[in-house]
């Protein structure tokens, strides 16, 4: 029994440094590193698409795929650390074919791009992955634009490069504002509340390859010493189902439960609510882009369309704040035209254009009225 015993611990033992020797080993000739790029999914956090790196060596075995973008829904006050932006992302390898494989399962399309590359180069781009993979290297803080699962495979590629991968893709002169939305356009409400939540960094002209299908169109223009960068493409997955807008989640829809909401607000307790939530979110955003570490999220001006004053005037309803209130909501126009004149050129504007009517039509009805007390009744 203990000789069976010992037997089975020196295989196991065996076998284990044989798969240590085969992290570390260098790649033979025949390997080939490829950048897999997959589509966009049903899921919040798959709205823009995912990138991979995929390291193949069939004379040693190894066909790896290197995911930079896996979190942990179990870390304690995710969603506030996600938001306030010191929530670890981190690194792990997982078999090719079960990689697809789980893409195909919730119906992702899969693009593959194996990369033209030196055999100096891809062993670079492989001690690189196996460094990664270390506990101390394994976790980073992530970030919308700067540092993702995009990103990190980008400055893996461009460390090997003499000429980066290319970003101004066709001309591009799109703002990263711009770039989002894209993906974001069959979902009404979450582009407008991502919009409203980004900042004046996402205005600025996208200069970082941070989205997935961005960086696929990149690498399919980039050239090495005169050489195109991707050798070959193949399509391993295009999606069968291609998602259309539900008739609730559209501009014309919000609209339509502006326009109703414009109507209750003759009510004093729905236009009292409505006025302390538009102050709260205010609070909300300079709260966020106050203590976040996202600089996505800070300079928003959607604090002049949520301005925290809003929240004053159900206190100043009574005949005798009339002044005070007055001065209130000439402010709180102001504000208005400021956010508008601020987003002349943005997409927030026009997201938000039903909000902006409504919180517009509500302070001109009680600017307009002649006696605040007859329309606070």
Same mark, same amino acid.
């Given at each position: 029994? *203990?000789? !069976?015993?010992?037997?089975?611990? %020196?295989?196991?033992?065996?076998?284990?440094?044989?798969?240590?020797?085969?992290?570390?080993?260098?790649?033979?000739?025949?390997?080939?590193?490829?950048?897999?790029?997959?589509?966009?999914?049903?899921?919040?956090?798959?709205?823009?698409?995912?990138?991979?790196?995929?390291?193949?060596?069939?004379?040693?075995?190894?066909? *790896?795929?290197?995911?930079?973008?896996? %979190?942990?829904?179990?870390?304690?006050?995710?969603?506030?650390?996600?938001?306030?932006?010191?929530?670890?992302?981190?690194?792990?390898?997982?078999?090719?074919?079960?990689?697809?494989?789980?893409?195909?399962?919730?119906?992702?399309?899969?693009?593959?791009?194996?990369?033209? $590359?030196?055999?100096?180069?891809?062993?670079?781009?492989?001690? &690189?992955?196996?460094?990664?993979?270390?506990?101390?290297?394994?976790?980073?803080?992530?970030?919308?634009?700067?540092?993702?699962?995009? @990103?990190?495979?980008?400055?893996?590629?461009?460390?090997?490069?003499?000429?980066?991968?290319?970003?101004?893709?066709?001309?591009?002169?799109?703002?990263?504002?711009?770039?989002?939305?894209?993906?974001?356009?069959?979902?009404? %409400?979450?582009?407008?509340?991502?919009?409203?939540?980004?900042?004046?960094?996402?205005?600025?002209?996208?200069?970082?390859?941070?989205?997935?299908?961005? %960086?696929?169109?990149?690498?399919?223009?980039?050239?090495?010493?005169?050489?195109?960068?991707?050798?070959?493409? @193949?399509?391993?997955?295009?999606?069968?189902?291609?998602?259309?807008?539900?008739?609730?989640? @559209?501009?014309?829809?919000?609209?339509?439960?502006?326009?109703?909401?414009?109507?209750?607000?003759?009510?004093?307790?729905? *236009?009292?609510?409505?006025?302390?939530?538009?102050?709260?979110?205010?609070?909300?955003?300079?709260?966020?882009?106050?203590?976040?570490?996202?600089?996505?999220?800070?300079?928003?001006?959607?604090?002049?369309?949520?301005?925290?004053?809003?929240? $004053?005037?159900?206190?100043?309803?009574?005949?005798?704040? *009339?002044?005070?209130?007055?001065?209130?909501?000439?402010?709180?126009?102001?504000? $208005?035209?400021?956010?508008?004149?601020?987003?002349? &050129?943005?997409?927030?504007?026009?997201?938000?254009?039903?909000?902006?009517? @409504?919180?517009?039509?509500?302070?001109?009805?009680?600017?307009?009225?002649?006696?605040? !007390?007859?329309?606070?009744?």
């Amino acid at each position: 029994m *203990r000789a !069976k015993r010992f037997i089975q611990f %020196f295989f196991l033992l065996i076998t284990q440094l044989l798969l240590a020797n085969t992290v570390n080993n260098p790649l033979s000739p025949r390997a080939e590193i490829s950048i897999l790029t997959c589509g966009v999914g049903d899921e919040l956090y798959s709205l823009y698409g995912h990138t991979a790196i995929r390291v193949s060596d069939p004379l040693q075995g190894i066909d *790896r795929v290197y995911n930079y973008g896996l %979190f942990d829904f179990a870390t304690d006050n995710f969603y506030v650390k996600f938001i306030k932006g010191d929530l670890l992302y981190f690194v792990d390898y997982d078999n090719y074919e079960r990689f697809v494989r789980a893409y195909i399962y919730d119906d992702r399309s899969v693009y593959e791009q194996v990369l033209q $590359l030196s055999s100096s180069q891809k062993e670079k781009i492989w001690q &690189k992955l196996n460094l990664s993979m270390e506990k101390e290297n394994r976790e980073y803080v992530y970030r919308f634009v700067d540092q993702n699962c995009t @990103t990190k495979v980008v400055d893996l590629v461009n460390d090997v490069l003499e000429t980066p991968v290319v970003v101004d893709v066709e001309g591009n002169r799109s703002t990263y504002r711009s770039v989002y939305s894209k993906y974001q356009e069959n979902n009404y %409400f979450v582009n407008l509340g991502i919009n409203l939540a980004f900042g004046a960094k996402m205005d600025h002209k996208s200069a970082l390859l941070s989205l997935p299908i961005n %960086f696929m169109n990149g690498l399919a223009e980039t050239t090495e010493n005169g050489v195109p960068l991707v050798s070959k493409t @193949t399509v391993l997955y295009e999606r069968k189902e291609v998602p259309v807008q539900t008739w609730w989640n @559209t501009p014309w829809f919000f609209s339509v439960l502006m326009l109703i909401l414009v109507f209750a607000m003759r009510n004093s307790v729905v *236009r009292n609510t409505f006025f302390i939530v538009l102050g709260l979110l205010g609070l909300f955003f300079i709260a966020v882009g106050s203590f976040s570490f996202h600089e996505e999220l800070m300079n928003n001006n959607t604090v002049f369309l949520f301005n925290p004053l809003f929240i $004053l005037i159900p206190f100043w309803s009574s005949e005798k704040y *009339r002044t005070k209130l007055n001065l209130l909501i000439s402010l709180l126009l102001m504000s $208005l035209v400021l956010f508008v004149g601020l987003n002349l &050129k943005s997409e927030k504007l026009i997201l938000s254009l039903p909000l902006l009517l @409504t919180i517009l039509l509500s302070l001109l009805f009680l600017k307009k009225a002649k006696r605040v !007390k007859r329309f606070m009744r």
